[in-house]
């Protein structure tokens, strides 16, 4: 152990922060079909944030490339990249196919980088998952994207939402019908602003630690980016 680097918490950094701008949540859904369940349900959800005082901004999946299969100045990345440095919290809502998280989510995911730089854009950040199935009751794709959020280092409120029978949950309109179901989602909404507002502002001493504070900022861009470069060989 470096002493120099050994930190004991200061629970007065850690005093919810007074923010001049509103909540900022991004959307994200996995699926581009026209009556498209896991938009409908991350819809209900932007409402329900907007009600609780967010800023809500959705990204429309179609028209992303396929991970590598484009270079990253392609302009859906880049919307998407800027959305994700932009907000303080994510929503994501996936259908499940075949027992996991759709691609169309997964590839959103992973055009977000891991790093930029020496930067997590994602580092910190709050995170609700919530999926639809077409069948009984699953949680293969909110599991899924927990695992993703943890290794983004976001921080995944506890609740979640797993819809089944989804073409049974939505009207003509495509909103959800009520139901304990709903209910769930107003939790879960609840619940995303909750944390969102309690640690927005503070969220980079959040996860602050000590093996990264040893390194100075040169050391671990080059980490990094030697990081990058033997991934990119191993494609």
Known sequence: MVREH???PDLSRLQ???MQHAPRLLVLYGSTRQRSFSRFL?????????AYGAEVRFFNPSGLPLPDDAPDTHPKVQELR???DWCEGMVWSSPERHGAMSGIMKA???WIPLNSGAVRPTQGKTLAVMQVSGGSQSFNAVNQMRVLGRWMRMLTIPNQSSVPKAFQEFDEHGRMKPSALYERVVDVTEELMKFTLLTRGV??????RYSERKESAAELAKRVQLNQAVTGLGR
Request: aromatic share 8%; glycine share 4%.
């Open 42 to 50: 991350a819809e209900e959800a932007g409402r329900l944030l907007v």
């Open 82 to 84: 800027q959305l994700a």
């Open 16 to 18: 919810p922060r007074q």
């Open 108 to 110: 959103q995911i992973d």
């Open 203 to 208: 969220s980079s001493y959040l996860v602050d």
């Open 6 to 8: 050994f930190q004991v």
